[in-house]
């Protein structure tokens, strides 16, 4: 057993700043968690229980168990293995011969037990409130707060909170941990507890070693305590009680991230939480998007009836180019005001990868999006395994933007733990929702959406699709009678709904398609074509053959997923600008289109795909419409376009089950003019299964916190380069802040699932992928 001088909880580096090292303490961490909670509690406690639909009459409790939950979160640091670690990873970061010199003798205490804690801190953390006695004592006197919530939001701070044993008492990490409870750090920290009313009179604990069998024995006991507590609450069916334990552990971690977000300059953590946490939208700003959007016209009948609706919830079902956005920022002037408004869309993309952001259609959307606060803020950790750094930096975005357009799993991962969704809990708890594209949700991600609806009981939520099913129609209505409220669906502008815009036609062969492509090109020079196809493989295929097929004075642009996040930026845009200009262009490109691309093209040639994936893909040709002298809509190109469908033979990304519902929209619709309304009407008369609320980690899991998948699993993983580190390191010493953590994210890249990848090296949580298993090309992506 080695005796530090210091308990720390985050590991140091002689760079940091006085102020750093202080909040990098073991007193010191959990100071500023306890200010952190206080500040957000103030701000926030009675929207959250708004928010949420909890009894007013118990936010006095749940500010005292959020406050005792933060006080308590990190008590098992000051342990052997956890102190080993942090002082190990100091070391090697420093050039101070003093600390080098230990560094041989922390490296043999530490591979000692291997390289590896015998418990999680946080666990150790429930284990010291509630099975050492004096502590547990003393503990249940902090008046008004409930102490086993508390606990259970402490120890599943991390996410790694789990009921099975084997997995948090480790093997191969010794019989014996020392803990150090007689620490003048730990006695500091004791102290703090006066400022939540607990006694003055200190409980005296003896440093000691506790050996494994007696840790594993108290957890048990802890376990079986748990239990019973939570069967109590299923046998009572008590989901406001579920809802409250919920809230207490997601503004614990808010609290916790706020703590270790320090700022690079000298600045109060009060002022700057308060500062974040009071930038929502105004009337003001609203109006403001409108104006610009609406360019001197009026909203449309369709559009003020979304402006004007009482409902809290409210459907919206039309097509694409109806005007839906706009409707949704005159639903948000009414619905949004002293809140952030979240625009979710279902986008494929990983939660690391992010989704570009394509609200940026006027100036005061774009500079709604950006962060408000400061820019320069760091994350400090202790290098404990995954601690979801990433995702702490990119949460911290939604904290200071009144605008968020994300994926929708930045909002309903909050149902299954997802960490972004929880570390963005601040926001998301002064947030009104549009969720657009709802038709294009899987059965588990429509599940998490009833799920959040039924939670979310003060939200307002405006929900949005071209074609809804009759199943999801049914299912929402149900969860929102329950409540005891009403929803309205507003249907789209029947004149824009009921014109012909589209004409599909089926080809035997993606080869088939050459000859027309290169005719629409050639006719008219100012054509602009889109290839959707179904994989990144066929789509790099597809666009090497293009630059053989098509005259070179035509572009041809190339756009998917898996690039690095920086170079998909630059595609995204160029394919935006080729589409908005003059000129003939060819885009191949994949499923990304289908959310994120405002375009209209003048042919679409797809492989055949999910019924829904198609719908989308249609939204994106012949986009564009004009109104005449006498009030009628006609299409901007004077004709209906064609759509090229050919087949698909790979198994993958699509079940043959999806495909069929597409081949059903195909035969039905081949050779007709097409409007959205036949599309709608497709899609309704298909049958689809019966739609559930989903089970809910975030609300179920009780004592237990672990994240569950929020999506039917992917085929995808988000890697870094090997042959990228060096230029990642140093684009970040090129950086104001010099961040190599904010800097890689944006190398990242999305790729398919390659069998071996669990055996990577690591660099924080991003897999390193090798030269030999990923290539990579700044024009065509990874392969």
Same mark, same amino acid.
């Given at each position: ?78 342990? $052997? ?61 902090? &008046? ?65 070693? =506790? ?44 609290? #916790? ?70 409707? &949704?920022?005159? =639903? ?18 990983? @939660? ?10 006027? #100036? ?34 939604? =904290?200071? $933007? ?51 609806? #039924? ?43 009921? /014109? ?92 990304? *289109? ?6 209209? @093209? ?47 033979? #790979? ?17 039905? /619709? ?14 309704? $008369? ?11 980690? =975030?609300?179920?899991? *009780? ?81």
């Amino acid at each position: 057993m080695s005796k530090f001088k210091r308990l720390l909880a985050k590991s140091l580096s002689d760079s940091d700043s006085t102020r750093s090292q202080n909040a990098a303490t073991f007193t010191g961490h959990i100071a500023l968690v306890k200010r952190g909670a206080e500040v957000l509690l103030k701000c926030l406690d009675r929207r959250i229980f708004q928010q949420l639909g909890l009894d007013e009459s118990e936010v006095d409790l749940f500010a005292n168990t959020v406050r005792l939950g933060a006080y308590l979160h990190d008590w098992g640091k000051a342990n $052997q293995h956890f102190q080993e670690m942090v002082y190990l990873n100091t070391a090697q970061k420093s050039p101070d011969p003093k600390k080098r010199d230990k560094l041989k003798q922390l490296r043999q205490l530490w591979e000692k037990h291997h390289g590896k804690q015998m418990i999680r801190h946080e666990v150790l953390s429930g284990i010291l409130a509630l099975r050492v006695p004096e502590f547990r004592h003393w503990l249940e006197q902090c &008046a008004n707060a409930d102490l086993v919530i508390a606990v259970w939001a402490a120890m599943g701070h991390h996410l790694k909170m789990t009921s099975d044993l084997d997995l948090t008492i480790r093997s191969g990490t010794g019989s014996s941990l020392f803990i150090y409870t007689d620490h003048n750090d730990f006695k500091r920290m004791l102290k703090m507890g006066r400022q939540l009313g607990l006694p003055a009179n200190l409980p005296a604990v003896p440093g000691k070693v =506790w050996q494994k069998e007696e840790l594993e024995r108290e957890l048990k006991e802890l376990y079986h305590e748990f239990d019973q507590i939570e069967q109590q609450i299923i046998s009572e069916n008590d989901t406001r009680r579920l809802r409250f334990i919920a809230a207490v552990k997601a503004t614990v971690i808010a609290a #916790d991230l706020a703590g270790s977000a320090l700022p690079v300059v000298d600045e109060n953590i009060k002022d700057w939480i308060e500062n974040v946490l009071s930038i929502t939208l105004s009337e003001n700003d609203l109006d403001q998007v409108l104006q610009q959007r609406l360019q001197g016209k009026k909203l449309r009948p369709f559009q003020q009836k979304i402006a004007a609706t009482p409902h809290r919830i409210t459907l919206v079902k039309a097509g694409c180019g109806t005007g839906k956005t706009i409707g &949704a920022y005159a =639903w948000a002037k009414k619905w949004a005001g002293d809140r952030k408004l979240f625009f979710g869309y279902p986008t494929t993309g990983t @939660a690391t990868q992010g989704f570009i952001d394509y609200a940026h259609e006027t #100036d005061i959307e774009a500079d709604l999006m950006h962060s408000r606060a400061d820019l320069d803020r760091e994350i400090l950790f202790s290098g404990d395994e995954d601690e979801g750094i990433d995702d702490r930096l990119a949460a911290l975005t939604a =904290w200071r $933007q009144k605008l968020i357009v994300c994926t929708v799993d930045t909002v309903l991962g909050l149902m299954q733990n997802n960490r972004r969704s929880l570390y963005s809990w601040s926001a998301i708890a002064q947030g009104a929702f549009v969720f657009d594209e709802v038709h294009a949700y899987d059965n588990r991600l429509f599940g998490a959406l009833l799920r959040f609806i #039924d939670t979310f009981r003060g939200a307002p939520i405006l929900l949005m699709s071209a074609s809804f099913t009759p199943e999801q129609i049914q299912a929402i209505q149900g969860v929102v009678g329950e409540l005891g409220e009403a929803t309205q669906i507003i249907e789209g502008p029947k004149n824009l709904e009921v /014109l012909p815009r589209y004409q599909i036609e089926s080809i035997p062969s993606a080869d088939q398609a050459w000859d027309r492509v290169r005719e629409t090109l050639t006719r008219q020079h100012q054509n602009k074509v889109l290839w959707v196809t179904n994989s990144v493989k066929t789509c790099q295929e597809l666009y090497l053959e293009a630059k053989q097929q098509i005259p070179d004075s035509i572009p041809v642009l190339i756009y998917h997923s898996r690039y690095r996040y920086f170079n998909r930026l630059e595609k995204h845009k160029w394919v935006i600008d080729a589409f908005e200009h003059e000129g003939a262009v060819l885009a191949i490109t994949t499923q990304v *289109c289908e959310m994120s691309l405002d375009l209209s @093209a003048d042919l679409l040639v797809t492989p055949i795909a999910p019924a829904s994936a198609l719908i989308q893909r249609l939204g994106r040709l012949n986009r564009r419409v004009m109104t005449t002298a006498n009030h009628r809509v006609k299409l901007a190109s004077g004709k209906i376009a064609p759509t090229l469908v050919y087949p698909w033979d #790979d198994s993958r990304p699509y079940s043959q089950d999806e495909l069929e519902t597409g081949q059903h929209l195909v035969d039905q /619709l081949a050779g007709k003019a097409i409007c959205q309304e036949n599309l709608a009407k497709i899609v309704a $008369q298909m049958s689809t299964p019966e739609q559930q609320p989903s089970q809910s980690e =975030w609300l179920e899991g *009780c004592w237990c916190t672990r994240p569950n998948f929020l999506r039917e699993p992917g085929y995808t993983i988000t890697v870094l380069l090997e042959e990228d580190l060096a230029n990642i390191k140093n684009a970040a010493n090129q950086r104001q802040d010099k961040s190599f953590k904010k800097e890689r994210q944006r190398w990242t890249i999305p790729i398919r699932i390659i069998p071996g990848f669990e055996k990577w090296r690591r660099n924080g949580y991003y897999p390193i992928a090798p030269p030999d298993q990923v290539k990579y090309r700044s024009e065509t992506g990874a392969k």
